[in-house]
């Protein structure tokens, strides 16, 4: 069974930084292009960084230079280091691949950036 799970998310102040993890079971994980999105209540989910299987990273202009996507293949994880944040990066923070024509999603997990 496939299954991805997010796990770090928290408290932060603004100006601070945060690390969350994705975490892959039931896939080859390096094989698979992974991405992160976001989503504030309300609002539709947004695309916000990808890594590709050759570990070369991708981001959406709002987060480039604050935040980095990484990835370590021999322990699974993906990684998505948060500098610098604000107050409008709180948001509910998903991974998500595709493996062919099916679309895995996380379950999500809070980051909060308090002003």
């Known amino acids: 069974q496939v299954q991805l799970v997010e796990s770090g998310g928290g408290l932060v102040q603004r100006g601070g930084s945060h690390r969350l993890s994705c975490t892959a079971s039931?896939?080859?994980?390096?094989?698979?292009?992974i991405d992160w999105y976001r989503q504030v209540l309300g609002k539709p989910r947004e695309y916000i960084a990808r890594?590709?299987?050759?570990?070369?990273?991708h981001y959406k202009n709002s987060v480039k230079g604050r935040f980095t996507i990484s990835r370590d293949n021999a322990r699974n994880p993906t990684y998505l280091q948060m500098d610098n944040l604000t107050p409008e990066d709180t948001a509910n923070y998903y991974c998500?691949?595709?493996?062919?024509?099916?679309?895995?999603w996380g379950r999500g997990i809070q980051v909060t950036v308090s002003s």
């Open positions: 998500n691949f595709w493996k062919g024509s099916e679309n895995y």
């Open positions: 039931g896939i080859d994980f390096e094989t698979y292009t």
């Open positions: 890594i590709s299987t050759g570990a070369f990273p």
